[in-house]
C-alpha cells in the first residue's frame, strides 16, 4: 500500500514539472512517460495515460497567457483546423500501426528542433521570411503545423517543442505570443487524444487522477513563467531543453 501511495506521490510531481516545462516549452511529456512506464504500465498505455493527462496542463498554460494569445489574431483559425485534423491522424496511426519508424526518427526530429531554434535568425534569412514584422509563410505554417500533430496524436513526446520552432521559423510574431500559440495548438491536439484515447485506447485512469490536478498547476505557473520571461532567454530556454530531451530519448 506504502509502495502505491508513493507510485502516484512521484507521478503527480511528474505532473506538476511536466505541466510547468511544457507551457515554457514543450517536452514536458517525457518526464512523465518513464514515470508510468516504472509504476509496471507497458508502452502502449503509459503513452496514452501520458496524453491524456497532459491536457489540464495546456489548459492551465493557455488560461495563463490568454493575452499573448489574442495578439496572435487571425493565424489562429488555419492553424487550429491543422492542428485537429493532423491530432486525428495521428491517433489513427497510433491505432493501426506500429511505432519502430516512429520511435526510431523522434530523438532525431527533437535534436534537430534544437538546432533550428539556436539559429532561428539565419535561417528565417534563408528561407525568405527575414522580417518579423511581415506576413507569414502562411502555406509553410498550416502544413508544418499539420505534419507535427500527426507525430503529436501518435507519439506525443516533444510536440509542443516542434510546434513552437515551426511557428518561430514561419510566423511573424513576439516569441511569447507564438509561445501562447503553441499552447493553444497543443491543447487542442491533447483534447482530440483524450476524446479517442478514453474511447479507444487503455487508459490507466488512476494514473490520470493523479497527474490531472499537478499538471494544470505546472501549466499555469509555467503559462505565467513564459509571460515574464525575456525573448532570448525564453528561446534559449526552449534549446536547452529541446537538446536534452533529444539527447535523453536517443539514450533511453
Known sequence: ????????????????????????????????????????????????????????????AVFSQRGDLRANGRRLVPISVAALLGSLGGCALLLSLPGAVFDAV??????????????????????????????????????????????????????????VVILVLTANAALSTLNAAKNLLGLLGSLVTVVVYALLAPVDWAAVAALVPTTLLGGMLGGRLARRLPAAALRWTVVVIAAAVALYMALD
Open 1 to 60: 500500500m506504502l509502495g502505491e501511495w508513493l507510485e502516484l506521490g512521484l507521478l503527480a510531481l511528474a505532473g506538476f514539472v511536466s505541466g510547468c516545462v511544457n507551457a515554457v516549452a514543450g517536452g514536458g511529456s517525457l518526464l512523465v512517460f518513464p514515470a508510468l512506464l516504472g509504476t509496471g504500465l507497458p508502452p502502449l498505455a503509459a503513452n496514452v495515460t501520458n496524453a491524456v493527462a497532459q491536457f489540464p496542463g495546456f489548459v492551465g
Open 106 to 163: 523522434v530523438p532525431a526530429l527533437v535534436g534537430l528542433s534544437a538546432v533550428l531554434m539556436a539559429f532561428q535568425h539565419r535561417i528565417r534569412r534563408w528561407i525568405g521570411n527575414p522580417d518579423q514584422h511581415g506576413p507569414d509563410r502562411s502555406v509553410l505554417l498550416t502544413a508544418g503545423i499539420f505534419l507535427a500533430s500527426v507525430y503529436g496524436g501518435y507519439f506525443g513526446g516533444a510536440r509542443s517543442i516542434i510546434l
